[in-house]
């Protein structure tokens, strides 16, 4: 598989962007639409005040003046309301968007596709990375529309007034991009090397402090604490070596908006007072010289919150570009569901070498022989590619060289054992309901008896007794009370009933305490002798308890692989 | 917010008013100028009018608007960087100080929870960012309000009553109250949004089972479903926002129309009024930011409070003041009659235990894992209080020493050590700030730990980071075990040598302990699940079962 350059992930991230903000696109517009309306809102309360104070100065009744203010407060009023409203509401729907792709892809490529990271991580990417695409929608599209629009807008009004005061408007403006590139490349580059540092001191904390047990042990305290002491002066010094540049930028915006503001306030005063020594071809009234002024502000507002549209593009960029490189991944294999086996097989990997959907290798020239009636755990620590080997039986892991064999027959790539497995993982899938029904998904039309008998032979009746309901008792979201030994003997029930041929099991043990542990490993054995048992597990006990250890080694790193 | 500064010792005092002042005087300058301009152009107007343009001082005024244009921008720069340099010093004390008080005020050396490490540094970031989020914009509005008040009060005493009514509203009552609402909406919806995160890890955990049972495709659309109804639940914490927004926007313009209203209807002082209309339009405009105040300060001062009550705590408390405390030249014998050990005060007890360690001696402390090994171990290290019961070391009582002065003598080689960021010589240095590198080898060579790291191309110098640590479990056990070796100890605790070593490395190991143990007055404490096969001869055995 070639390596995709960093050209096509760039593109495959802008694609993605462009997607998932499509089906935003309707609130942007209308959000956007909505602020063009305040601004005049904005435009009617600089006209109306500006001219019902010319009227009070000149002694006449203030006219429309004031009710066209009053107008523009209430539009502006709900006009920003309605926008807030929308966009919040865009920001929602690009998140909302970006997570039914990753469903659909979980959906099309099964659960091979999660594999890769912990099962933490994959979470977190679900529900946190996409959260960072709203403000791409919310503030960035928006944000940029305006902050060109906006400016526009405010310069005709206000040219219409006084052309000259647009003019200084204008010039501040065509200045400000210079002295941004003048501060912000100097400061980007540092800024970079300032946000490490203070990473590192975050992480010198956090590790001090999860460890500050074992320093008090060795009498580390003094030591330490001095040591982080030093290390939050050396970056204070440093952030504000950068920040004094930093801030310049900001200031410099500030200068112009202030500056300008007060130009055109002074010039409009000297015009009025008829004391402005050059001529500049205009005459100006009280009307006209006011509603500039107060349009002055609204010129740079859109601006100002510029540099906070490059964070919201920036987070969702670097969200986009995972999730995009994530979903690139999700191979669209059909899977074809062998017919169920009528005995249990031997399962031969000969040379068998696995990827995961990136291509990194997983697992590579393996061989064993898991015979039926016996039990037979592939041992390795985690990241040895244990569950991608359980994942290969199921069509859901990529055979990159050798040959998987069940019985006779040779499994294709995407063919799937899937109804001939029972599969035990660390806790059961458990969903709301009754005990009965948890047990019955493991074959939705077996009969009440089938049901009671899974139960009783996994010992379920132990602890969901008559007294409270027996089978019909209910199980709350997640099986919560539940103890680990009890959330597997339902999930033994669930294999006792599915009745299968094969039975896979992912570090059963995981969550048992030892009694449970010493009670599952005996029904283990009591379930092995009709069917192939292959195990994943670096639990000592278990490996003691199966007829056959295969030792497996973690990969190298996923940069060694690829290479 | 004020109580934490305080328990820090005030740091950075100067530059946290000086910040304060030019945060206020910043806010104050935008209204001015906004408000100035207004009051001079309507007068310079009215005057141009009369013909009186040139009579009219046009000079101060002028300058006094690109007075405030000057100041709105030095002032902000000024107030950012003091603000953040204050907040910097802050950060440089508190951090380290929660460091020393959480060591040495914690019972054991198990490592903190990731679960408490994280709402420790959330806490640590949300007080650090409370000044620049509450004190300085809160300065910034109500000076900036001031000011506009102080015109409006010149131009009509009336519309003044009601603008500072106004402001109190939309300034502090509604905005509390909408940063309540939202909080509140906040708690109902954290109970969701915790329901849809467990949904979502439960689907990633058995992703497998669900894609045997051709459960996948449901269970999936099921939990999109509850994230999506989530999302749109969340409208409830952002509305109150929103709502405010908009209302707080709209009252200053109105109260600036009200102004010239009443100018009108009095025929007299528009341009007073119409300064007093811009800056109230200006001082409102930036009300809004009082909704991030309150917002942070709720958060921040939550925050503040709980560090606060980690710094209150700085020394353990069954740690004797040092004055008072007896000075012990050693560990030998420790004697312990009726001693219980306790994980944590609500723990199950262990115990009563009687034994004595003297020199030349292994005591093992036999039990399943769970039966308080490591407690006891704790106990006699002093790491936990000793209540019932009496632990000595010699002649003088437990409670009586320091616990560093017993730590000099003790060390402790856990099952699975944990370690900090830096180089393996950096780990070994924890125990011993002086060691040289041929101490260190040596230690290594003890702990049967040399072979590996010289076969490393790096060997001493070889990096340990956060979840990558470059060795493996039984290669990091021999390292501990190296580390508090360093320490010199005269007991020595340590904790399943043996387990998942070969024979003969492990039979090399126990000859290399027993050596050491013999060197001089030493003792060997060995938690197991059973009984050692290796002989230890030479040594005094003694053996203590828990559990």
């Known amino acids: 598989m070639p390596e995709p350059t960093e050209n096509t992930s760039k593109i495959h991230t802008r694609a993605a962007l462009r997607s998932w903000a499509a089906a935003a696109q309707r609130e942007v517009n209308l959000g956007f639409l909505c602020q063009l309306v305040a601004i005049s809102g904005w435009i009617a309360i600089a006209w109306g005040i500006g001219h019902s104070v010319s009227a009070i100065a000149d002694e006449q009744p203030t006219g429309t003046g004031l009710p066209i203010a009053a107008a523009g407060i209430l539009v502006r009023g709900l006009a920003n309301w309605t926008g807030d409203l929308l966009l919040a509401r865009a920001g929602r729907t690009m998140v909302t968007a970006a997570r039914a792709d990753l469903f659909a892809a979980l959906s099309k490529a099964g659960a091979g596709w999660l594999g890769g990271a912990d099962a933490g991580t994959r979470t977190s990417q679900i529900i946190d990375r996409t959260a960072k695409l709203e403000g791409y929608a919310a503030h960035w599209l928006p944000g940029m529309r305006l902050a060109v629009a906006g400016p526009v807008i405010i310069l005709v009004a206000v040219a219409t007034q006084t052309w000259l005061s647009a003019v200084l408007l204008i010039v501040s403006v065509l200045v400000l991009p210079l002295f941004i590139w003048l501060t912000a490349s100097e400061t980007a580059s540092r800024a970079k090397a300032q946000q490490g540092a203070m990473d590192e001191l975050s992480g010198a904390f956090q590790s001090r402090a999860a460890q500050s047990g074992l320093i008090r042990a ?149 061989s064993f022989h898991a015979q039926p009636g016996r039990i037979t755990t592939l041992a390795g620590p985690s990241g040895s590619g244990k569950s991608t080997i359980l994942l290969s039986l199921i069509g859901r892991a990529r055979l990159a060289s050798g040959t998987i064999r069940i019985g006779d027959h040779v499994l294709q790539p995407g063919e799937s054992l899937a109804d001939s497995i029972a599969y035990i993982g660390q806790t059961p899938w458990l969903m709301e309901g009754t005990i009965r029904d948890n047990i019955a998904i493991a074959r939705p039309n077996a009969d009440e008896n089938a049901i009671a008998e899974a139960a009783r032979q996994a010992g379920i009746l132990d602890f969901a007794g008559d007294s409270r309901g027996g089978l019909n008792q209910k199980l709350a979201r997640f099986g919560a009370g539940l103890s680990g030994g009890q959330r597997q003997r339902i999930a033994l029930a669930r294999a006792l009933l599915r009745d299968a041929p094969i039975l896979l099991m992912d570090e059963p043990t995981a969550h048992l305490d030892p009694d449970a542990q010493e009670d599952f490993l005996r029904k283990l054995k009591e379930l092995a002798p009709e069917r192939t048992v292959l195990i994943a597990s670096h639990s000592e006990p278990l490996i003691a308890a199966s007829d056959e250890a295969i030792p497996l080694q973690p990969q190298r790193t996923r940069e060694e692989a690829a290479c | 917010m004020l109580k934490l500064w305080t328990a820090l010792g005030r740091p950075a005092k100067i530059r946290f008013g000086l910040a304060l002042l030019l945060s206020a005087l910043a806010g104050a300058s935008s209204v001015i100028l906004l408000g100035l301009s207004g009051w001079f152009l309507t007068a310079a107007a009215i005057a141009g009018v009369s013909g009186a343009g040139y009579v009219f001082n046009h000079l101060y005024p002028s300058a006094g608007v690109r007075g405030a244009a000057f100041s709105r921008v030095l002032t902000r720069y000024g107030e950012q960087l003091v603000g953040h340099d204050a907040t910097l010093s802050l950060s440089a004390r508190l951090r380290p100080d929660l460091f020393a008080a959480s060591a040495a005020s914690q019972r054991g050396f198990t490592s903190m929870p990731a679960k408490d490490l994280s709402a420790l540094i959330d806490d640590v970031d949300a007080a650090e960012a409370g000044f620049l989020r509450v004190y300085s914009p809160a300065a910034a509005v109500i000076s900036g309000m001031l000011v506009a008040l102080a015109f409006v009060f010149v131009s009509d005493w009336l519309t003044g009553l009601i603008a500072l009514g106004a402001f109190l509203c939309s300034g502090w009552l509604l905005p509390w109250l909408a940063v309540r609402q939202s909080h509140q909406a906040a708690k109902t919806l954290a109970r969701q949004a915790e329901a849809a995160r467990e949904s979502a890890s439960r689907l990633v955990e058995n992703a497998i089972e669900l894609d045997i049972l051709g459960a996948l495709d449901r269970e999936g659309a099921a939990t999109e479903r509850s994230l999506q109804q989530q999302m749109t639940a969340r409208d409830g914490i952002e509305a109150p926002y929103r709502n405010l927004g908009a209302i707080t926007a709209t009252i200053g313009l109105a109260l600036a129309l009200l102004v010239l209203w009443r100018a009108a209807e009095t025929q007299s002082g528009i341009a007073m009024a119409t300064g007093a209309a811009l800056a109230l339009m200006a001082a409102f405009e930036s009300t809004g930011a009082m909704l991030k105040v309150f917002d942070a300060r709720a958060r921040s001062s939550v925050a ?215 060197a001089a007055p030493r003792a060997l404490v060995m938690l197991t699940h059973k009984q050692t096969d290796f002989p230890f001869e030479g040594l005094a055995r003694q053996s203590i079962r828990i559990g």
């Open chain 1, 218 to 366: 060795f009498r580390g305290i003094r030591r330490e604490t001095d040591s982080l002491q030093d290390a939050s002066l050396q970056l204070r010094d440093r952030t504000m070596a950068i920040l004094r540049v930093a801030f310049l930028s900001t200031a410099v915006l500030e200068f112009f908006a202030s500056v300008s503001i007060a130009l055109v306030a002074v010039y409009i005063g000297f015009k009025l007072l008829g004391v402005f020594p050059f001529g500049t071809g205009e005459t100006l009234t009280l009307a006209e010289g006011l509603t500039a002024l107060i349009l002055a502000p609204e010129f740079f507002s859109p601006i100002r919150k510029l540099s906070s549209l490059h964070h919201d593009r920036a987070d969702a960029s670097a969200a986009a570009e995972m999730l995009s490189d994530w979903l690139e991944h999700s191979d669209d294999h059909p899977v074809t569901r062998l017919s169920v086996l009528s005995a249990a097989p031997v399962i031969a990997f000969e040379n068998v070498s696995l990827a995961w959907a990136n291509g990194a290798t997983v697992v590579s020239g393996l």
């Open chain 2, 304 to 518: 503040a409070e709980h560090l606060a009550q980690r710094l209150s705590q700085r020394e353990a408390d069954w740690d004797p003041p040092i004055e008072t405390a007896a000075q012990i030249s050693g560990v030998f014998p420790l004697i312990a009659s009726g001693l219980t050990a306790q994980a944590a005060p609500t723990a199950p007890r262990i115990g009563p235990l009687s034994f004595t360690i003297a020199p030349s001696m292994l005591v093992q402390v036999i039990g399943a894992s769970g039966s308080g090994k490591t407690t006891i171990a704790e106990t006699l290290m002093r790491l936990h209080p000793v209540t019932p019961g009496t632990l000595r070391y010699g002649d003088v009582p437990a409670e009586s020493t320091r616990i560093a002065s017993v730590l000099e003598y003790m060390a402790i080689s856990p099952q699975f050590p944990a370690f900090l960021p830096g180089t393996l010589a950096d780990q070994l240095r924890l125990a011993a700030p002086a060691a040289t590198e041929e101490e260190m080898w040596t230690a290594l060579r003890l702990a049967c730990a040399d072979e590996f790291v010289r076969a490393k191309e790096d060997g001493l110098s070889i990096r340990f980071e956060e979840g990558n640590l470059p060795f493996s479990g039984g290669e990091l056990r021999r390292i501990g075990l190296a580390r508090a070796l360093l320490v010199s100890p005269e007991i020595l605790i340590v904790d399943e040598p043996f387990a998942g070593l070969e024979p003969a490395l492990a039979r090399r190991l126990a000859g290399n302990l027993n050596q050491w143990a013999q």
